[in-house]
């Protein structure tokens, strides 16, 4: 620690010059590798005596001699951070497939607990640039203004993905095709965009506020160790569940949903409680939602499942029931059945994205 630098130097640069012997001593004549190791002692015998100059002088030969014999790599710069971005692209891909998972809540099923994509129509114009820009950042707030060019018909509205990640909606009308940073459903449910709709010239055909969907982050390796427990909003797979249709370009979709039931447990809705074995469901996240207090709105029935105040379910083995806190506009096990275990993905753990108040820890 207290060693004078040029030995410190020199101390390093014998190590270096071992070490390449070393690595190349397959490569290197072995006049060569004899003349290296000759200075090295050199180097050594000069650290030993404490002769600052003669160190210096021999350290200074035996790097030359190094890089004589072991010129830089052509674009050795580039190499290195190619090597740095294939590391961190390693390091991330193992993140995401083993630990951590980002994923966007698309649909109001979970509202109020978390946001699904939200359309807020608007009469007069948007914010300037300023308020907009900090909107998007603090509640992921996009402004959309589409204005009929002509009178037309809406003929469709579809949607299409923009870099496996953002939504956009293609309006085509009879005699113009429109493109609007929003999804179909949102269009058609909040800004009532439909076929068939006729719009005349200059007409506001939607303009507003979109609200992103909320991002969370899944964990996927608690699982590992622990069963879902009753209570936990998780994410799953919806393959070879019927009932529930795959995208033709993306495939089955991943929902997100509250686990209200465990393999054996014994399911009863008499809205708004969800009874579990007979009794009120213990946990808060499903307490929240049987309290039926603003703005949640408790435990609707189902259609196929769960449909009257008597009826009852019994989860089968290796298999979850999942609902949504938005129990009257969700879609889940009450109308295609179970989860089963080999669905299930991870728990959703935090809301990274908006910073508004669902920021934090998922409950």
Known sequence: MFEPRYIKHSYLLVRHAEKLLRYRCDLLSQSTIAEIRGQIEKVRAAMKARERKTTVEESERLDELLTAHTPPQRDAAWRENVEVILVAIVVAVGVRSYFLQPFKIPTGSMQPTLNGIIGRPMTGPAPNIFQRGFEFVAFGRNYINLVAQE?????????????????????????????????????????????????????????????????????????????????????????????????????????????????????????????????????????????????????????????TPEQRFVIPPHSYFAMGDNSYNSYDSRYWGPVPEENVVGRGLFVYWPFGRHWGIIR
């Open 151 to 307: 009178e037309d018909t809406v003929e469709s509205v579809t949607g299409k993905k923009f870099l496996f990640f953002f939504t956009l909606s293609r309006v085509q009308c009879d005699h113009r095709t429109y493109t609007v940073y929003a999804p179909p459903e949102i269009l058609q449910q909040d800004f009532k965009v439909y076929p068939g709709k006729v719009y005349h010239t200059g007409e506001v055909i939607a303009r507003g506020a979109v609200d992103t969907g909320d991002q969370v982050f899944v964990d996927k390796f608690s699982y590992n160790f622990i069963h879902p427990r009753r209570g936990d909003v998780f994410v799953f797979r919806t393959d070879h569940i019927l009932g529930i249709r795959e995208d033709p370009e993306a495939g089955a979709p991943y929902f997100i949903k509250r686990l209200t039931g465990t393999p054996g447990d014994e399911l009863r809705i008499d809205s708004p409680k969800l009874y579990v074995n007979g009794a009120p469901a213990k946990n808060f996240g499903i307490n929240r939602v049987a309290s039926a207090k603003p703005p949640y709105s408790g435990y609707s029935r189902g259609q196929a499942l769960l449909a």
